[in-house]
C-alpha cells in the first residue's frame, strides 16, 4: 500500500489511537463518518491485511466517491463504501453483530443524536467488539467547533452505558481530544 498518511497530525495521536484500537489482521472495521478522506479507513486497511473488511461510512455521497476512486487508485480491496445515516436505527446495511471494530472520530458532536449514532453502532458491532470514540474536549481550543456543541466526556460514557457498552480505557487522542475505548458486553 503506498498510500502516505502521517500517522501524527497537529490535532490528533493517530498512532495512538490505533494502537488503543487493537486492530488484527482479518478483523471487519468500520469507519463510521469516514469523511472525504477516510483517514481510518485507509490506515485500518493495512492493518487487516486482504483477508479483513473496512467499511467506510457515511451520510455524503461524493465522500464515499473520493474514497472509492482513491481506493482504487492504491488497489485497496477491503475497502468498502456504505452511504448511510448512522443516525437512524437499522439504516446501516451492514449486517448486524458483525464489526469487531468501529471508529467513531469527531462525528458524536456534530449530531443532535449522538445516543442514536451509539445505538446503531451497538447493533453492529459483535459481542466482544470494541468502540473508539474521539472527540473534542469541552474546553476552550484554537480550533474545532464551538464549545457549546462540544459533549461531555461523562454524557458519552453514561450513553454508550445505556447501550450495553463497557469502557475500557480512556485515553488523551490529542492535545484538544479525547479517546475512550467501549467494549459491547
Known amino acids: 500500500m503506498t498510500i502516505n498518511r502521517p500517522l501524527k497530525t497537529n490535532l490528533l495521536n493517530i498512532d495512538l489511537i490505533l494502537e488503543k484500537a487493537k486492530i488484527k489482521e482479518g478483523e471487519k472495521v468500520g469507519d463510521f463518518g469516514c469523511g472525504k478522506n477516510g483517514y481510518f479507513s485507509f490506515l485500518s486497511a493495512k492493518a487487516v491485511g486482504k483477508k479483513g473488511l473496512i467499511y467506510a461510512v457515511d451520510i455524503i455521497k461524493s465522500n464515499l466517491q473520493l474514497l472509492e476512486k482513491e481506493a482504487k487508485e492504491h488497489n485497496i480491496s ?108
Open 78 to 185: 477491503q475497502i468498502k463504501t456504505v452511504w448511510s445515516d448512522i443516525e437512524t436505527f437499522k439504516a446501516t446495511k451492514i449486517e448486524e453483530n458483525s464489526l469487531d471494530l468501529i471508529f467513531l472520530v469527531n462525528i458524536l458532536h456534530e449530531s443532535a443524536k449522538p445516543d442514536d449514532i451509539l445505538k446503531e453502532s451497538v447493533r453492529l458491532l459483535k459481542k466482544g467488539g470494541r468502540l473508539v470514540v474521539v472527540d473534542w474536549k469541552k474546553i476552550s481550543s484554537p480550533v474545532g467547533p464551538e464549545v457549546s456543541s462540544r459533549l461531555n466526556k461523562e454524557f458519552i460514557i453514561n450513553s454508550a452505558n445505556k447501550t450495553g457498552l463497557i469502557k475500557e480505557e480512556e485515553f488523551e487522542a490529542g492535545k484538544y481530544h479525547f479517546g475512550i475505548l467501549f467494549v459491547k458486553a
